[in-house]
């Protein structure tokens, strides 16, 4: 019985990748040891995420950066880092921007519920472009740099960008359109590592906060991200986390690499980002799985879940109505099968077959993005064993016959 069945749940697998509903990685044993040894101390905050931002800097190319509780509160520090600065009566004001800069510009075709993060900072979120008029709903034609440069107004605060093949403006143009405007550029690309190039790519290019999932390929604890970028503004954002109730301000000495005292009239009060506090552990996790993640063992983690999900397939081999084939992987991902059901052939949708699957023991649960079209996805992220891939490749062979 291991420790979830104690509580009365049933684990599941997990190929679907690194879903939060269902707990994201399976964490390393590395990971989970340095973890361990980290409950067994206390530290101070403020200089252990100066101890962070140092290791961070040094992976992404950034000025500073810090460990943040998942990436959707690295995007609700960003934006009240651009909203405050190192104005603390702003801070303590936070949600709360009536009479102060509050906007943040988003291309249309990138505003979706993961923004829910930046409106609780206090921010209006301001799109630039305006949908299709083709028949097709919800159809967004790509905005233009013209209209991304049109919504800016003294009450600009930011632009957020989520780097998606294809989006447009492209990113070096809205990075060229805030900077004439001195305006901050602010990154999701929580799910955007692996490749591994990604960790830099947005700060090489100009970008000025940017957000990345701790919990998605980089393989360390589900509730921790890293938020990097122009040293002000991590600062600002570190500030806005910290428990800072009982410090004497006048005794104060943060760590001045991330937070210069003498910039504060003050300090804030349990800023905006103290309701999701990082825990000293998430943080050392976060630093190990950073510190291990290379190509060289994303290279070695690649060809071990390759095996795997060739056992997969070889289990879904000439089934009448099913195709089968390895997605094509221009950006590094780890390995994801495609199997493609044609509902006449087999007598049941992909969406029968997830449901049949879901609901077994144990049950798995799959990347159901295009399960509407018949398509279902098997991610390889969480495959850790030739035991549970073939389970999942002789289940699905089932579901499918």
């Not at 690309?189 to 790519?201: D, F, G, I, K, S």
């Not at 937070?259 to 630093?287: D, M, Q, Y």
Request: proline share 6%; net charge negative.
């Amino acid at each position: 019985m291991n420790i979830y069945e104690t509580y009365g749940v049933k684990p599941v697998i997990n190929v679907a990748g690194a879903m939060t509903r269902y707990g994201g990685t399976l964490v390393g044993r590395r990971v989970l040891d340095a973890m361990e040894d980290a409950a067994r101390y206390s530290v101070s905050l403020d200089q252990l995420q100066a101890a962070a931002s140092r290791i961070i800097a040094r992976r992404t190319h950034a000025e500073a950066g810090i460990v943040t509780c998942g990436a959707s509160h690295a995007l609700t520090l960003a934006t009240a880092a651009c909203i405050c600065g190192w104005d603390v009566a702003r801070m303590n004001r936070l949600p709360h921007t009536e009479g102060i800069p509050n906007e943040v510009v988003m291309p249309l075709q990138h505003i979706s519920g993961y923004d829910h993060a930046i409106q609780a900072a206090g921010a209006r979120i301001i799109p630039a472009g305006i949908f299709n008029d083709t028949p097709e709903p919800f159809t967004v034609r790509p905005t233009d740099r013209w209209e991304l440069e049109s919504c800016i107004t003294e009450h600009t605060v930011a632009i957020a960008f989520a780097p998606l093949p294809g989006s447009h403006p492209p990113l070096d143009q809205v990075i060229e359109v805030a900077h004439k405007h001195s305006l901050p550029v602010i990154i999701d690309a929580a799910a955007r590592v692996p490749p591994l190039n990604n960790l830099h790519l947005y700060i090489d290019m100009g970008a000025d906060l940017v957000a990345i999932s701790g919990g998605k390929g980089i393989r360390g604890p589900q509730a921790s991200a890293i938020l990097c970028g122009r040293r002000d503004l991590v600062g600002s954002a570190l500030l806005q986390m910290l428990d800072l109730a009982g410090e004497r301000f006048d005794e104060w000495s943060p760590p001045a690499d991330l937070i210069p005292r003498e910039k504060l009239r003050g300090k804030p009060l349990h800023g905006i980002g103290r309701s999701g506090k990082v825990t000293k552990e998430a943080i050392i996790g976060l630093l190990v799985a950073l510190e291990s993640f290379s190509e060289e063992e994303f290279a070695a983690l690649s060809a071990t879940r390759l095996e795997l999900v060739r056992l997969i397939q070889d289990n879904l081999t000439e089934l009448p109505g099913v195709q089968v084939q390895l997605c094509d992987d221009e950006e590094q991902h780890y390995p994801v099968l495609q199997v493609t059901v044609e509902p006449d052939a087999i007598g049941r949708s992909a969406l029968d077959v997830v449901r049949t699957l879901k609901s077994g023991e144990p049950g798995i649960c799959f990347d159901e993005t295009e399960v509407e079209q018949g398509v279902i996805y098997i991610d390889s992220l969480n495959l850790e064993s030739q035991e549970t891939a073939a389970m999942v490749g002789t289940r699905l062979r089932a579901a499918l016959t």
